[in-house]
């Protein structure tokens, strides 16, 4: 059994989306360790909670961020976690944390990496005038949103979007496409060589 680590900040959908996979039997061999928020009052935990998972706030107020981010490792650590999901866990990690978890950290953004880093990236293509966006899971390095990638999903930009419409499309591919990559990493079927992501049947 793989044990998954999921760190949230907010409403946490993607969170419950890799939740309702697990159940449907389309991540094999994995289940949620421990849901780790940064906020003690975000959504997603308590969501974590209402479904009797074990779920952690690790308040980042008023510490240094290798501070944090040790305890969180410790927490990740004592739940023997291998695979870490970021879902919407809007701090940057340490490089001691990235190394901890060296190639076994996941996030998912919601812009068609490299385009469009960082905060509010649907906004960013959207005012961009893009005509296609989408999201993209990769693996976290020291980077922000710059590991290999591993799954896009794109999303045409349609006639009369605004910035939230196009956000809500999106979401709804992010949801399959972070499922979908959890499912491919756990397996253990793939390589990655320089930046690319190789699946192996
Ligand atoms: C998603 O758009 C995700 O791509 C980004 O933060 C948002 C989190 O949404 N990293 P949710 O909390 O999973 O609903």
Do not use: W
């Not at 501070?67 to 879902?87: F, N």
């Not at 956000?167 to 399959?176: N, P, S, T, V």
């Amino acid at each position: 059994m793989h044990n998954l680590g999921i760190l949230l900040s907010g409403r946490g959908s993607n969170f419950l989306a890799i939740a309702e996979a697990i159940e449907a039997g389309k991540i094999p061999d994995a289940r949620i360790a421990v849901v780790i928020s940064n906020l003690a009052d975000a959504p997603g935990l308590a969501a974590a909670r209402a479904r009797g998972l074990t779920a952690v706030a690790i308040e980042a107020r008023g510490r240094k961020r290798a501070e944090h981010d040790q305890e969180i490792v410790a927490c990740l650590r004592e739940h023997q976690v291998e695979l870490v999901c970021l879902a919407g866990y809007m701090r940057l990690l340490s490089p001691g944390f990235v190394q901890a978890f060296a190639g076994r950290i996941l996030n998912i953004h919601p812009s068609l990496l490299p385009a469009f880093p960082g905060l509010d990236a649907q906004v960013q293509a959207f005012e961009y005038g893009v005509q296609v966006s989408g999201c993209t899971v990769h693996f976290v390095d020291e980077q922000l949103d710059h590991g290999p990638i591993i799954s896009q999903r794109a999303v045409r930009v349609e006639p009369g979007d605004d910035a939230h419409a196009l956000a809500e499309r999106i979401l709804e591919q992010e949801h399959l496409a972070y499922a979908e990559a959890i499912a491919r990493v756990v397996s253990g079927k793939y390589a990655v060589v320089g930046r690319r992501y190789l699946p192996r049947s």
